[in-house]
């Protein structure tokens, strides 16, 4: 990436955050959500302001009800969008219509295309999606078209682009969905389709981030002045937004990055399964017995009790460590008064995104979780696992991402890849380091 274009992104990325951080100054949600090594941390406001709408990724807030998370929703979009924006209230009574206004008069003329309009669901480049998991099942099909920004088709009326129209990179339209989770929001709610979860990559469990004095402070003017949590008027920043959007591409992902997200991508290979995968029916906990990749899951198991990202997920990770990238950039230049000279994604990046984006999409089982995590929460242990993996393997990672940007191997180095694969099950794909590699079919036709 040229200097002059790290300059664009960062300046934009610096118009976005503080766009979100006027509109919510009186939203109390100021405790670091993850912190890097050299001292740079983000909070929520990072994340939801800056982190997804800058890469496109929807995100989704949860927790108990009490701590804002409309509000922060709402702050966030004004800050983006100014108020060109939808607040989405689902409740088991939604249907498609929802979507869609009527113009009685072009009705009464029998112009029935004409006389469906969009709604701000449709066009706006931001929608609140309040309540996600008061959907009724009807509506997921649907649901799941409007998160993905495909076309909504109404009844009688030809099929209609969500979001606003960007040069070569498809719709945008970001989404921020709330939800009340937990035993006590049983009633009335129902539980969150893994499919329809997947289309909010970024999960922000706000519960789990105690509030700090600031926060405290906040809440108690606010409730001194009457005034509430309130959110000011703003005229947005979505020339910055989409600029960021369209430009995401120029920031690389390093190889030892890369190779770490196709890593956890392995993790349903199975030393001890007839077809080398825990995808099989027959599958089971016992067979990890004896199995040695058991004791480089640790104590608790990783191996039998968590699976690989699915490969969307996968490339959403990558694509928000770009975003967690851009962030830190943007706060280092801040902190030093400089523009970086160059900004990639880096293993770091990586896992600091890692909890927020897999620990609802790794097939936990919930019983290990509960007794193996006091928290009881899937955040929790999907940074456990991350650090396991990062001690475990770091330093082969260094070497096996060198050798994988080689067109070909010496015979020493392709013995030292099939080493690794023995010893760890995920370190390679077993197709390309097996004794009896797999070779992809070539058809060639009769001609």
């Given at each position: 990436m040229e200097q002059k274009d790290i300059a664009n992104i960062i300046e934009n990325i610096d118009a976005m955050e503080s766009a979100v951080r006027s509109a919510s100054s009186m939203i109390y949600h100021s405790t670091p959500l993850t912190s890097y090594k050299d001292g740079i941390q983000l909070d929520i406001r990072d994340c939801l302001g800056v982190v997804c709408p800058a890469t496109g990724r929807n995100a989704l807030v949860n927790g108990s009800t009490g701590l804002a998370k409309t509000h922060l929703a709402i702050a966030v979009m004004a800050g983006l969008f100014g108020s060109d924006y939808a607040i989405l209230q689902i409740d088991p009574s939604l249907e498609q219509e929802k979507f869609f206004d009527i113009d009685g008069k072009a009705l009464q003329e029998g112009r029935l295309s004409d006389a469906i309009k969009d709604t701000p669901y449709i066009t706006a480049p931001g929608v609140i999606y309040d309540e996600t998991n008061r959907a009724p099942q009807a509506m997921l099909n649907i649901l799941q078209g409007h998160l993905n920004n495909q076309a909504i088709t109404p009844s009688g009326g030809k099929p209609r682009k969500c979001g606003i129209s960007v040069d070569g990179k498809g719709q945008y339209q970001f989404k921020i969905g709330t939800c009340n989770e937990g035993k006590q929001y049983d009633e009335g709610t129902f539980a969150m389709d893994p499919a329809f979860r997947r289309r909010f990559p970024f999960e922000a469990p706000v519960n789990l981030f105690a509030p700090t004095e600031t926060d405290r402070e906040i809440r108690q003017k606010a409730g001194r002045t009457g005034t509430g949590l309130y959110v000011p008027e703003t005229e947005g920043c979505l020339v910055s937004v989409l600029d960021v959007f369209k430009n995401l591409g120029l920031v690389e992902t390093d190889l030892v990055a890369r190779e770490f997200i196709a890593y956890l991508g392995r993790m349903n290979q199975c030393l001890k399964s007839p077809f080398g995968t825990k995808d099989e029916a027959g599958f089971n906990i016992e067979r990890c017995s004896g199995c040695h990749a058991r004791g480089l899951a640790g104590e608790q198991n990783f191996c039998g009790?968590?699976?690989?990202?699915?490969?969307?997920?996968?490339?959403?990770?990558?694509?928000?460590?770009?975003?967690?990238?851009?962030?830190?950039?943007?706060?280092?230049?801040?902190?030093?008064?400089?523009?970086?000279?160059?900004?990639?994604?880096?293993?770091?990046?990586?896992?600091?995104?890692?909890?927020?984006?897999?620990?609802?999409?790794?097939?936990?089982?919930?019983?290990?979780?509960?007794?193996?995590?006091?928290?009881?929460?899937?955040?929790?242990?999907?940074?456990?696992?991350?650090?396991?993996?990062?001690?475990?393997?770091?330093?082969?990672?260094?070497?096996?991402?060198?050798?994988?940007?080689k067109p070909d191997y010496t015979s020493d180095e392709l013995a030292m890849m099939k080493s690794y694969c023995s010893?760890?099950?995920?370190?390679?794909?077993?197709?390309?380091?097996?004794?009896?590699?797999?070779?992809?079919?070539?058809?060639?036709?009769?001609?």
């Open positions: 009790n968590a699976y690989a990202l699915p490969d969307a997920t996968q490339m959403d990770l990558e694509v928000i460590a770009k975003g967690f990238a851009l962030v830190r950039a943007h706060h280092k230049a801040a902190e030093t008064g400089k523009m970086p000279s160059s900004v990639s994604v880096g293993l770091e990046d990586v896992i600091q995104a890692f909890p927020f984006v897999a620990a609802t999409k790794m097939g936990i089982d919930p019983a290990w979780l509960g007794k193996y995590f006091k928290s009881g929460e899937p955040i929790e242990a999907a940074k456990a696992v991350c650090v396991n993996i990062e001690q475990r393997i770091k330093k082969k990672l260094l070497k096996a991402s060198a050798l994988m940007a010893e760890d099950p995920w370190a390679f794909g077993l197709r390309e380091c097996g004794a009896k590699p797999l070779l992809p079919v070539v058809y060639k036709g009769l001609r």
